[in-house]
């Protein structure tokens, strides 16, 4: 049973494009929802999280929108770079300090 | 990487022999945690710790085992290895402190190869 389900599995943005990474949970008591970032060779690293109480968070060019009765969440990333090609990773907590993740989008932008 | 070390890197082992990997970090964080990340499934959580001497299972517990004698270091080890465990295996810290136990940092890493 897949607890969150991320899509695409790949995405290929041109600079200065927005990207956009979808998640679909089933599970209501996730009330935690991290995005993470991976470059390659490295560890996943927290980009931006949020809580069921707001509809969306906002930092920098990466804004998560979330959208509770329909048990989905979303990244934004505004302005995309090529520096911001790697893969990414939805995540929910259900406050029990474990995290179940989605399979991850690998995010390509091209020059 | 958040004071996390993991060691080794790298390593290639053959089918049958005992493998352990070891997590060290420096930040005093009480929970750590073993995942295993493959083409196509993403992370996996295989065990965590939620104290010294305090470990538990995870979705692919299977064929691994876990210990933490004290609070920098978990260790998790393959009593022998597959070739189904090749993959890359990823450690991780937080601390409840704070009201931020969901808020993981992870280590740089071990890419394991089984023969």
């Known amino acids: 049973q897949q607890q969150v389900k991320q899509s695409p599995q790949s995405l290929i943005v041109q600079k200065g494009g927005i990207s956009i990474i979808n998640c679909a949970y089933e599970n209501t008591a996730f009330d935690y929802f991290p995005w993470y970032q991976q470059f390659p060779g490295k560890g996943p690293a927290l980009l931006i999280a949020i809580r069921p109480d707001v509809s969306e968070k906002k930092e920098g060019r990466f804004t998560i929108s979330f959208n509770k009765s329909a048990k989905q969440f979303s990244l934004h990333i505004m302005d995309s770079q090529p520096g911001d090609s790697a893969t990414y990773f939805c995540?929910?907590?259900?406050?029990?300090?474990?995290?179940?993740f989605g399979k991850g989008t690998l995010l390509t932008v091209n020059p | 990487d958040a004071g996390i070390t993991q060691s080794p890197r790298h390593k290639v082992t053959e089918t049958g022999t005992p493998v352990t990997l070891r997590c060290h970090q420096t930040?005093?964080?009480?929970?750590m945690y073993w995942y295993r990340q493959d083409p196509g499934h993403g992370l996996r959580l295989i065990h965590y710790s939620y104290g010294v001497k305090d470990t538990d299972k995870g979705e692919v517990s299977d064929g691994y085992s876990v210990s933490r004698s004290k609070t920098e270091d978990f260790l998790l080890t393959l009593e022998s290895a597959t070739s189904s465990q090749t993959s890359v295996y990823f450690c991780?810290?937080?601390?409840?402190?704070?009201?931020?136990?969901?808020?993981?940092?992870f280590g740089p890493g071990t890419r394991l190869t089984v023969l």
């Open positions: 930040e005093n964080h009480r929970y």
């Open positions: 995540a929910a907590s259900k406050g029990n300090y474990k995290l179940t």
């Open positions: 991780a810290i937080s601390d409840p402190a704070g009201g931020r136990g969901d808020t993981q940092y």
